[in-house]
């Protein structure tokens, strides 16, 4: 199944305004009204929908209003890796602005909503408002660096420091777009979601969840994440935020975020470090 053939149009885009295009910087008033018109086509689509197919054609992008989605690749022995999570607010397929076909695909993970923007109203929304092509830009550079920030994490992070960076990077973005509560966010991700994401096997995320429980940095219930020392655990892995670029965001929707922890990582990693322990008792819902 494909967004194509869930839901019906709508044309209440008022969801459109949490965002990531929306809350660019350097928007005016009628940049923004001009977006919403564009992208006026709204579907609600079910989880394990397909907006996109592995290297299949493709003409248009998908703006995530609702639920959770990832870009996902099957590789040639059948498995499957998620180089990157779309959270609320979030394009999924920036590259279908000058690519036909793409060699990834993009599936809900839950149930949710796109605005579709088609590659032509795309390229006429661009030419009569250039704010609007460069934060398109913007977030095309900032998708970059994501990648390259996951990349250098399955290098050279341990599992602890990998699920702790990703914890830490999801409550950033998540907070942007308005969508955590203090220290705390809905995850609806199994263990074998992130253990794609992490390239990890689906135990030992079962065993570095455990890990980090046993060290109080952090709690997983129903689907929940509650991170109860954010300093101790950026400090574990490193995260800092600069990678994710946020002064593309608007200074009047930017949000107060947590600070970064790195900076005491000296004084704080050591404490921190938990001591993997062979727990299979789930800490996130099994695939």
Known sequence: MTAADAGGDARDVSRLKATRPWLSANLGVADRDAL??????????????????????????????????????????????????????????????????????????????????????????????PAIADAFWSLALAESSILTERAASIGRRSAPQRLA???????????????????????????????DVLGLTPVHVNRTLQSLRSTDLLTVQHRRVTIHNWAALSALCGFRSAYLHLETVDDEFAPELPQDGARRRGQLARSARPTLRPSFASGLSAP
């Open 36 to 129: 919403a018109r564009a992208c006026g086509d709204v579907r609600t689509v079910g989880a394990g929908t397909d907006l996109l197919r592995q290297d299949t054609p493709t003409s248009a992008l998908h703006i995530l209003l609702d639920g959770w989605a990832a870009r996902y690749k099957i590789m040639e022995d059948g498995r499957r890796f998620i180089p990157a999570l779309a959270v609320p607010g979030d394009i999924c397929d920036l590259d279908a602005l000058r690519f036909d076909q793409l060699d990834y695909g993009v599936t809900m993970l839950s149930a949710g909503a796109v605005a579709v923007l088609p590659r032509q109203r795309a390229d006429a929304l661009f030419a009569t408002s």
């Open 165 to 195: 960076h990703l914890l830490c990077e999801l409550l950033v973005r998540l907070t942007v777009v308005g969508k955590a509560d203090g220290h705390s966010y809905d995850l609806p991700l199994t263990q074998e979601h992130i253990a």
